[in-house]
């Protein structure tokens, strides 16, 4: 059934555990709370603005950051979704 169902929408064949799991162990490490100080410039890695790391409480990352009009914005984030990099570059 899958096989045709797939075929229906030109997937292919279903992606097989073993190569899910063989791309996650190439994937780069993801950030964790203790690679993070107060006062770092972080980015989410999906984008956005830079904000900075205000507090740490195990892997719960307050970050703030200010939008364009000088309002001051506050967010919780996990470690795992932050980078050091920019990605809006």
Not at 48 to 71: H, K, L, Q, R, S
Not at 72 to 85: G, K, N, Q, R, S
């Given at each position: 059934?899958w096989?045709?169902?797939?075929n229906l929408f ?6 097989s ?6 791309d ?10 203790s690679?993070l100080?107060?006062g ?10 830079a904000?900075t790391?205000i ?13 364009g ?5 506050t967010?919780?984030?996990v470690?795992?979704a932050l980078?050091?990099?920019?990605p809006?570059?």
């Amino acid at each position: 059934m899958w096989k045709a169902f797939n075929n229906l929408f030109g997937w292919g064949e279903p992606v097989s555990p073993q190569l899910e799991q063989q791309d996650l162990e190439t994937e780069e490490e993801s950030m964790t709370y203790s690679d993070l100080e107060l006062g770092d410039v972080v980015f989410l890695e999906s984008g956005g603005p830079a904000m900075t790391v205000i507090n740490i409480c195990n892997n719960a990352i307050t970050t703030a950051w200010f939008d364009g009009e000088y309002n001051l914005h506050t967010a919780i984030v996990v470690a795992e979704a932050l980078t050091f990099d920019d990605p809006n570059d």
